[in-house]
């Protein structure tokens, strides 16, 4: 476990506790998932693109600079109306990403950014130069080896060490040759969506064979393949026919493509959580009828733990009873979601037994500890189980809540201060890795 001195992040934020029942509506943020991959996959295009409406968190922000860092032309607009010559009309932020030959020696802060640590070492084989990765501590204890060795296998150049971790140079030819590897991807999806998203850039595409016993957060891997597709890459996965656990990305060019980012429907989680936990109603516009996204998984999950939704051309509204129930639920696909699930389980009239997520433990923090001993702090009852938590429900009462500097974790401790006073959130301002003014935006949900 990390650090849980409350020196270390002096400044607590005051949870704010729901004097009823929340009525609001709340516009949620782009999705950093799609933003991220819009823009690795706009980076490595044969055209401009345009990407409308993204997420400008850390984590995003960190990918844009890292590719600008690598010879990426990313030019941000902020408007009312877009004028910029060829911007998609309406309102709010574009960037214009413009492709170039990518270019060392350059430097990289991924920050404690899985989707940057991940995602742009395949991006920099395809450079003419060196490229450092470096970031937060935390990073040099995630998980990186199935990514560089898949790397080396397909021809790359990577000096680590032999640490199997951050910090790494990736000394770039120009190209990669490519074609079949096999990887172990049970501790981290992004290793596969990492080869496929450069894949269409090597000389003989890739063939990724995953070999381990499981694979968690399925429906990112089913959001890298979609978002390849639409900008005209040829992708067979096991979802359409093809052979279990094995996905092949064809050599190709890749378009330029105008993308509108959907709001984060994982983001979305705490607003519907305080819905559920003071049994009021809240509505996220714009939620897609369709989407990959796994927070999508929350109007059932919710559902079944005591509310109501309704999906509508506006968007979703979800309405709490004013009781919550305990669930038995196998997280394994929408593992980011536990925390908060975690939040209203400890608060709810019966027992609740989350699984399908050891994977957990390898996040922005050992997020099963971090949870397990911040809400038993607070006088919960919450066990470890080998892949996962069970929850037995107390009467909670005030004090610190620790984020480790974890985003959802601090978004957790919001949560369970709706309902019990005196909680204090422990450096609330890592929020900013996907989700930018959380604390504004959840006075304004209580209309404070």
């Known amino acids: ?4 001195e409350s020196s270390v992040h002096p400044a607590l934020w005051p949870a704010p506790h ?3 029942a929340v009525d609001a509506t709340v516009t949620v943020p782009g999705s950093k998932s799609v933003t991220n991959r819009a823009l690795v996959l706009a980076a490595l295009a044969s055209e401009p693109g345009w990407l409308r409406r993204p997420l400008r968190s850390r984590d995003t922000l960190l990918m844009a600079e890292a590719l600008r860092a690598m010879g990426v032309g990313i030019e941000e607009t902020v408007s009312s109306s ?29 920050g404690n950014a899985g989707t940057v640590m991940r995602f742009l070492p395949p991006v920099a084989t395809l450079a003419d130069g060196a490229v450092r990765f470096d970031g937060d501590p935390r990073s040099y204890e995630r998980p990186l080896t199935g990514v560089i060795e898949a790397l080396r296998a397909l021809g790359a150049r990577i000096d ?11 000394h770039g030819g120009g190209a990669l040759d490519g074609g079949p590897v096999a990887i172990d991807a049970s501790s981290s999806s992004q290793f596969v969506s990492a080869l496929l998203l450069s894949g269409a850039r090597f000389n003989q595409g890739v063939e990724v064979r995953h070999t381990g016993a499981t694979l968690p957060s399925m429906p990112h891997i089913r959001m890298t393949v979609d978002m390849l597709r639409a900008v005209g890459a040829q992708v067979d996965e096991p979802e359409t026919g093809g052979e ?15 993308l509108t980012v959907e709001p984060d429907l994982s983001n979305a989680q705490p607003f519907l959580a305080a819905a559920l936990v003071t049994g009021g109603r809240v509505t996220i516009p714009d939620w897609p009828e369709h989407t990959t996204q796994p927070g999508d998984a929350l109007r059932e999950i919710f559902t079944a733990m005591g509310g109501s939704c309704e999906l509508t051309e506006s ?41 399908g997520v050891a994977h957990l433990r390898l996040h922005e923090t050992d997020r099963l500890a971090a949870l397990t001993k911040e809400i038993n702090e607070l006088g919960g009852d919450v066990t470890e189980t080998a892949d996962g938590l069970h929850i037995r429900p107390r009467p909670l009462h005030g004090g610190v809540f620790h984020t480790y ?31 930018p003014d959380f604390p504004d935006m959840w006075t304004g949900m209580l209309g404070a």
């Open 244 to 258: 279990p656990n094995v996905w092949r990305v064809s050599p190709s060019a890749l378009l330029g493509r105008d």
């Open 315 to 355: 968007g979703l509204t979800f309405t709490g009873t004013g009781r919550v129930h305990g669930i038995d639920v196998d997280l394994g696909e929408v593992g980011e979601l536990t925390p908060g699930i975690a939040a209203v389980a400890a608060l709810a009239d019966s027992p609740s037994t989350l699984s």
């Open 18 to 20: 729901a004097s009823g």
């Open 82 to 110: 877009s004028t910029a010559a060829g911007a998609p009309d309406g309102s709010g932020e574009a960037w214009r990403i413009i492709p170039a030959g990518l270019l060392g020696p350059a430097a990289v802060d991924v």
């Open 405 to 435: 500097d974890d985003h959802r974790m601090a978004t957790a401790g919001a949560i369970i201060g709706l309902a019990v006073k005196g909680v204090e959130i422990e450096n609330v301002g890592t929020t900013a890795k996907t989700l």
């Open 1 to 4: 476990m990390p650090m849980t």
């Open 160 to 170: 680590d060490d032999g640490r199997g971790a951050l910090p790494l140079t990736v």
